[in-house]
């Protein structure tokens, strides 16, 4: 068989939801070791008082532990990353086929997607990832700028003691807000990139492998993506650090428009861009791992799967 046959054949292999989300889940969780850290220094950097250097931020974040909290990120990415790039690719299907059966496409392949189908489909599963992991992430923003060392339950307690369990959903709105945008800016572009790149490799005389241009496509979301969500990010980590405000105190934001707003205000519109440097060190470390090894699983897996059904001709 020909290369270019092969390549038909593995591209017509279809995978399972179950195997998509679990490559999805796999990948998030091993990407992010690599993006803790920058996490870390952007939140310490993000509860700085204003006029902090990214020096001195990533000095206090290092004397605090770049590590800290690893194991509340980790099982966010569980949840997190399993929902939001699982979901991904079985609504963007669904999408396209719902738009077949209607008319309005002749075909429902993949790569025929429009950006609206694909910032559609990324829009709904990163909303509904962020759903399903906003306790976890409210623990991980605790753990990140609480000055006392906490673990995972100790926040949980913190957070249930003094807010109830709708503490756990304090900062919903931009956390959704964030998470759609997320869907939208890094998952819907990457594939819109990522798609790009393939159909000009497939033309170049000399080709690019195709992990660099992975890659490639990983560098150019990550940077579209942090600078579009850094400000619902401010305003996602300062929500989710009130969630520890004993019950009926006054919280300082009500809602993310309001938190951008009165941080800009309050302490300049550059303010929401000051931790752009580990914002977008954590958004490009974790992206182009998490992709690199979402392509690669899922290029071997379904290799694997069409020598099965070789074998068995």
Known sequence: MSDAKQ??????????????????????????PFAHP????????????????????????????????LSTGVMRQ?????????????????????????GLKDNHDPTKATILDRAIAGGSAGAFASCLSSPVEVCLVLQTTSKESLSILG?????????????????????ASRAALVGVSQVAVHDQVLTSLRLRNSVLEQKWHDNIVINVASIITSFIYSFITMPVEVARVRMSAEAKLPAGSEKKYRNMIQCITRVAK??????????????????ASH???????????????????????QAAK
Request: hydrophobic share 40%.
């Open 7 to 32: 390549a038909q054949s593995i591209k017509d292999i279809k995978l399972a939801p179950w195997q998509t989300l679990l490559i999805s889940g796999t990948s998030g969780c091993l990407a992010w």
């Open 38 to 69: 920058f996490e870390m220094w952007k939140n310490t950097q993000l509860m700085a008082p204003p006029g902090t250097s990214q020096m001195e931020g990533f000095r206090k974040t290092a004397k605090k532990g770049f590590f800290t909290g």
């Open 78 to 102: 569980v949840v997190y990353a399993t929902a939001r790039l699982g979901c991904y690719p079985i609504f963007r299907d669904a999408l396209l086929k719902l738009e077949h059966t209607a």
């Open 155 to 175: 926040a949980g307690r913190s957070v249930f003691a003094s807010s109830g369990l709708g503490g756990f959903w304090r900062g919903i709105g931009p956390l």
């Open 266 to 283: 309050e302490e300049g519109t550059f303010a929401l861009f000051d931790s752009f440097l580990p914002y977008f060190c954590r958004c």
């Open 287 to 309: 992206t182009v791992v998490c992709f690199f090894l979402i392509e690669y699983i899922t290029r071997t897996t379904k290799e694997r799967k069409l020598a099965k059904i």
